[in-house]
């Protein structure tokens, strides 16, 4: 059965992935500044819609550019290597369990846990840095474990150079996150392991190889890389208003289908002294509490300790006597799971068909208590994608404006401008500069929000949305509540 629900899950990465048009607004900008890359040739810098864009390294923009080239200039190629890399750190996920626990259900049962926990799976049909970041960070610590129980360089080497990469992914975070657990991991398991000159000798040619973007470019644009660099990496740190338990109850959502049950697998390690767990723990303590401290919190931000709170999981669910807390959950985890899928099938108007998902992890109750989340969690996931996501569609239009757009100006000589609102992806799907809620110059396209520009008659009028729609949920009831929709139309100024 687990192998069946790998096979269904690997499938469900690569379902539909090109059919969602560019996500607004963080998709929109690594959209648009890796198509920026393929045109000008420069993979260094980048730029979106025109502006010099530092917020974070290129490494996710590389492997975007990578997917273009491969596929073209479209949605599958912006999203391939991210589905790709999820998977791989799934893979390393199993690996890590297996080397730790040498339990193949164990094992399988991590991997699944972490490739179906929804936060993990919308990020890798989602291009943004935190799938590639997560990789990195969970490959660092898998080759560390590997060169620490070898006590071997061979390993200890690409070890720091996968915590390179996640510098050049997204920030010094890169090496601090994986330095912070393998310290902290050594100071109770191995003190003097600490003291051995190769981990010193390796960070002094790796951490600067790490940040050399960051010196590149804080000689090429000092003043806008520090301003950045202190908006994104700095104050952060110190400015937010969310409680220190944020990450705490996120979690109840974003690592559904098993969601609380891995406070109960950290709990269960901690009270019977499950030492070959140890190295998880501190990995996921490590994360949830560096994060916790940190004022401005988004929950991608602890998608790094999610390989260790799988293991944790898996171990626990397939270890544990506490099996009255195990039933209890998985029971109602499962009836949830259900339960949404009927009720967003009514709700949203969508094809009764979908109701078949829902009673598939009922069905498998009798059989294992256990996975049925993990089945409930798949049915959900596949739901989204063929249900939710394409009933979006028919909400998003900025394709249509795009290509309605360059219709009308083939070659481009027209400035384009938008006002009233600013749709992010308009300049990935336009292809061309758009100007923001700047007067119209000369001969022109101009985008506006109806009512906002008088001086010239649309010639085509969309109904689209003015809000972020990395809010999902928002987004779907907005659609049912005609909330945060807009005319806007479309016209040639002269």
């Known amino acids: 059965m687990l192998y069946l629900l790998l096979l269904i899950t690997l499938v469900s990465y690569f379902f539909r992935l090109g059919s969602p048009q560019v996500w607004m607004p963080n998709e929109s900008f690594y959209a648009d ?3 920026n890359m393929i045109h000008t040739g420069n993979f260094i810098t980048p730029y979106y819609n025109g502006e010099l864009r530092l917020e974070k390294p290129p490494v996710t923009y590389w492997i975007i550019s990578l997917g273009y080239y491969l596929f073209g200039i479209n949605e599958f190629g912006l999203r391939f290597f991210h589905a790709v890399l999820g998977l ?7 690996l890590l369990a297996w080397e ?28 943004s840095p935190e799938i590639p970041f997560t990789f990195f960070i969970t490959l660092s610590l898998y080759l560390w474990l590997k060169a620490y129980k070898k006590d071997s360089v061979f390993f200890m080497v690409p070890a720091f150079l996968s915590s390179s990469l996640a510098i050049m992914t997204k920030g010094p975070a890169g090496f601090v996150i994986p330095a912070g657990i393998v310290f902290i991991y050594l100071l109770f398991e191995n003190p003097k392991e600490l003291l051995k000159k190769r981990y010193y000798l390796l960070t002094l040619p790796f951490l600067p190889l790490g940040l050399w973007w960051h010196f590149y470019e804080l000689f090429a644009h000092k003043e806008e890389f520090l301003k950045v660099f202190y908006q994104e990496n700095i104050k952060r740190i110190h400015q937010g208003t969310d409680p220190f338990y944020f990450y705490l109850l996120d979690t109840l959502i974003s690592f559904l289908p098993y969601s609380f049950l891995v406070f109960f697998a950290f709990f269960w390690s901690i009270l019977k002294l499950r030492r070959e767990l140890s190295f998880f723990i501190v990995w996921f303590l490590f994360v949830f509490t560096v994060f916790s401290i940190v004022k401005s919190k988004i929950p991608v931000y602890v998608l790094p300790a999610y390989p260790a709170m799988s293991v944790l999981t898996a171990s626990f669910l397939l270890n544990t006597s506490w099996k009255k807390l195990t039933l209890g959950s998985s029971l109602f985890l499962t009836i949830l799971l259900s339960l949404t899928i009927v009720i967003a099938v009514f709700y949203f108007s969508l094809n ?77 799907y336009t292809d061309r500069k758009v100007l923001k809620d700047k007067k119209p110059d000369g001969s022109s ?20 949305y003015t809000s972020s729609e990395s809010r999902l949920l928002v987004f779907l009831l907005d659609t049912k509540r005609g909330k945060r929709f807009e005319d806007f139309g479309v016209c040639v100024y002269n």
């Open 33 to 35: 500044a890796s198509k």
């Open 88 to 94: 791989l750190t799934g893979l390393i996920t199993f």
């Open 100 to 127: 730790v626990l040498k339990d193949l259900k164990v094992s399988l049962l991590s991997a699944l846990i972490l490739l179906s926990s929804f936060q993990f799976f919308a990020n890798s049909r989602y291009a």
């Open 352 to 428: 009764k068909f979908f109701l078949l998902l829902a009673f598939l992890p009922l069905l498998m109750l009798p059989k294992s208590y256990i996975l049925s989340p993990l089945v409930g969690g798949i049915a959900f996931l596949v739901f989204v994608n063929a249900g939710l996501v394409e009933y979006l569609e028919k909400f998003r239009h900025y394709r249509e404006v795009g290509n309605y757009i360059k219709a009308l100006d083939p070659k481009g000589s027209l400035k384009v401008y938008e006002l009233g609102y600013f749709h992010h992806n308009l300049p990935f």
């Open 445 to 464: 396209i101009v985008i506006f929000r109806m009512g906002s520009f008088d001086d010239c008659k649309p010639l085509r009028v969309w109904k689209l």
